[in-house]
């Protein structure tokens, strides 16, 4: 049990509370009232819910400003990655230390939930890769939901490796996705295969629409767009979320909010790479729940969501209408537990494993995950609205303290759970004495 008290204002993400606190339960939920046990210190401190990166790929911690991936197009930038990662060896090794680096950037940068849309796989089943990144996510403490992607598999193989690794995963705090990499990479076979393991297993289903190369591609060997695509193949459902949507049309942003999808957008992976640019806020007008991801670290080379907030915040208006701080923090908090299926009760025809707990937001019942932002230092001087200036001030910050589940996992800015110079150590080590391989 825990409560976190003293602060200056705690956001729970459906109000503000000066001078509020937050009583953390021994089942790891937000509680209504008092629950006695350890009280930390959140005095100078903003206190919001955790936030929840929707769409990572953490394999790429691995692989992060590599020669000729910055800014180039993404025809150029996938077979680069893809020589990187041949070269090194995919396997659960690299698997466990680069999630080991990513979760822990994750935690130290007030992430609390990733969402890993892992897309590259060595022959097997590709449990041993998924039990590797799972360890990481209990041995740093971060929430994981982990997606067998796909690109390019073989649709049959890429189908018994998800219900492997479901079955594998099953009654663990880890939540379990499908999504093949987007239309320009897997076959309506494949889609269709993850979609009935989805089905069977009550799995979310998650895919990449609509970024520079995916409208190319469909555009190339269909002769249609992606979003059409999509709709074809049974992938616009509640059920389904779509990152990046880039490039979309007035048409399309219709129908994707008539089929109640939701959007994660990611605009510090495709802002700077010149991949596009998707219209959150028109999205979120037509009532499509919008999250935020940073996506991997090929193209988004850090971990920071808070940071690609600001990004969010200072694009909104070039492509739409300004939006809030209040409003991006929505994206980053409700938005993504939204689209992980995740916020609250599950919607009409939405998958959600009862087991897992809502995330989001500090309201009672929600799982007890939070951060606390120090807003003392020169950065919050003069700031007149310091929820505001979690993005306007600096929002490079290191938070000072970060809860999981009511269990401190990040406290006076120092990761508590395993040493964070252990983990930047594993991954050098192994980079650096690893023998290239080829392809």
Do not use: K
């Not at 996510?137 to 390019?152: C, H, I, M, Y």
Request: proline content about 7%; hydrophobic content about 45%.
């Amino acid at each position: 049990m825990l409560t976190v008290r003293g602060a200056d204002l705690v956001w729970t993400g459906t109000s503000e509370i000066a001078g509020g606190a937050v009583a953390c339960g021994p089942d790891g939920l937000v509680a209504a009232g008092p629950v006695g046990g350890e009280v930390l210190d959140a005095s100078g401190c903003v206190v919001t819910p955790g936030l929840v990166n929707a769409h990572h790929h953490l394999l790429q911690s691995a692989f992060r400003t590599l020669p000729g991936t910055r800014g180039v197009p993404m025809r150029d930038w996938l077979p680069t990655m893809a020589a990187a990662y041949a070269a090194v060896g995919i396997d659960a090794e690299l698997a466990h230390a680069a999630a080991s680096v990513g979760l822990a950037e994750a935690l130290l940068c007030g992430v609390t939930t990733v969402a890993d849309h892992q897309l590259n796989w060595p022959s097997g089943d590709g449990v041993p890769i998924a039990r590797a990144v799972a360890r990481a996510s209990t041995e740093t403490g971060a929430r994981l939901v982990f997606v067998r992607g796909s690109a390019r598999d073989d649709p049959e193989r890429a189908a018994a490796s998800a219900e492997a690794i479901a079955s594998t995963l099953a009654g663990s705090a880890v939540q379990v996705a499908v999504g093949p990499a987007g239309v320009h990479s897997d076959a309506p076979e494949t889609f269709a295969l993850l979609g009935e393991v989805a089905a069977r297993y009550g799995l979310r289903r998650r895919t990449q629409a609509n970024e520079q190369v995916d409208v190319e591609i469909a555009v190339e060997r269909y002769g249609r767009r992606p979003l059409e695509l999509l709709d074809e193949w049974g992938w616009l459902a509640p059920d389904v979320t779509l990152a990046h949507l880039c490039a979309i049309t007035d048409a399309e942003l219709a129908r994707v909010a008539e089929a109640g999808v939701s959007a994660t957008h990611a605009p510090g992976c495709d802002l700077p790479m010149g991949w596009g640019i998707a219209p959150a806020a028109a999205l979120s007008d037509a009532g499509v729940a919008v999250g935020l991801g940073t996506s991997g670290g090929g193209s988004n080379d850090a971990g920071h969501l808070l940071a690609d907030a600001r990004l969010a915040l200072q694009v909104a208006p070039l492509v739409g209408r300004p939006v809030s701080a209040r409003e991006v923090l929505t994206w980053a908090t409700a938005g993504s537990a939204a689209g992980l299926g995740r916020l609250g009760p599950p919607a009409a025809g939405a998958a959600q494993a009862p087991r897992l707990p809502a995330l989001g937001r500090l309201d009672p019942g929600h799982a007890a995950d939070l951060v606390c932002w120090d807003v003392t230092g020169v950065a919050d001087a003069g700031v007149a609205d310091p929820l505001a200036g979690l993005l306007w001030a600096s929002p490079g910050r290191r938070p000072r303290h970060v809860v999981v589940g009511g269990r401190v996992v990040v406290r006076d800015g120092e990761l508590v759970t395993r040493p964070e110079p252990d983990i930047v150590r594993g991954l050098h080590t192994l980079l650096r004495t690893r023998p290239p391989r080829t392809a």
